[in-house]
């Protein structure tokens, strides 16, 4: 006899999108997204041209459905000197010709969330890019108001590095985004809180020893021991490096 109440776990299995995926990613697509995508976009992708993609099916489903799309991501390799991510990638003038893969879009059916699909999804995106060896990072822009999304970022390791404000028209209505980068192939920021933190550490040291060789100075000639306007003027491009660290540091610290 069959329970019923049986809790029922899917078989989920991952493979590349295929031509007879074509109505169902369209018909999915128009389900989750707010904004409407041409026709030549789902033939793009399903046909592989210019866009790469990956698709979840559950195999536990009843044979008719059992390879129908319940997930997707679809993904675009571009030049990374022609991205508005170049600022965060660290330049190799080696490497000249540097690429990024930028996610366009991911879903997951609502019957199958919080399964881990997306997480799967992503990191075959990840595992592609890390494929090529021309490629710094993963890129994508998230609208601020979805939690569920940023909430997955977040917790794969995205680092969020932009906020733009009224990034996204939908219906006549503004939104911002957020812009997430997930470096790989050895990838970086051009400025690393590591690196700004041991700057910071410099100028602090560099500052006290400073301060120290003056109050002995000061100490030797019997003079005041707070600084004079001449010593304070020494003190205030210290100051505002200082100012300026600590606010890259926060900016940093966000990423
Ligand atoms: C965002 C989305 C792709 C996630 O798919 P998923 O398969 O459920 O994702 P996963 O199971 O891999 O991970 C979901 C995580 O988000 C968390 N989550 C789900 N809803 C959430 C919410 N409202 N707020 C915060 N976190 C939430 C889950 O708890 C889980 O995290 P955990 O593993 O720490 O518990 C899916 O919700 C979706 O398709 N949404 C509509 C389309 C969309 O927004 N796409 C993203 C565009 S950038």
Known sequence: MVNLKAPHYPVISYRPIQPSDLEV???????????????????NAVNGRDIVCWGAVDRSRPHAQSNELIGFVTARVVPAKESEVEDFISFDSSKPDQTLVY??????????????????????????????????????????????????YQKMSFQCVRWLHNFYLINEQ??????FIYYVNGGRSPCTALELVTLLVTYVKSL???????????????????????????LLPVVQNKRSITAEVARCEYL
């Open 25 to 43: 990613l369209e018909n999915i697509h128009g389900e989750l997204f707010p904004i409407r995508y041409e026709s030549e976009f789902f033939r």
């Open 103 to 152: 996610i366009l879009t991911l879903g997951v059916v609502e019957s199958h969330r919080n399964l881990g699909i997306a997480s799967a999804l992503i990191h075959k995106v990840i595992k592609y890019a890390s494929s090529i060896p021309t490629c710094s990072a993963v890129y994508l822009h998230v609208i601020s108001y979805n939690n569920a999304a940023v909430h997955l």
């Open 174 to 179: 503004h939104y911002d985004s957020y812009l």
């Open 208 to 234: 006290i020893n400073l301060m120290v060789a003056k109050l002995w100075k000061n100490e030797d000639k019997k003079i005041s021991k707070w600084p004079t306007s001449k010593e304070s003027s020494y």
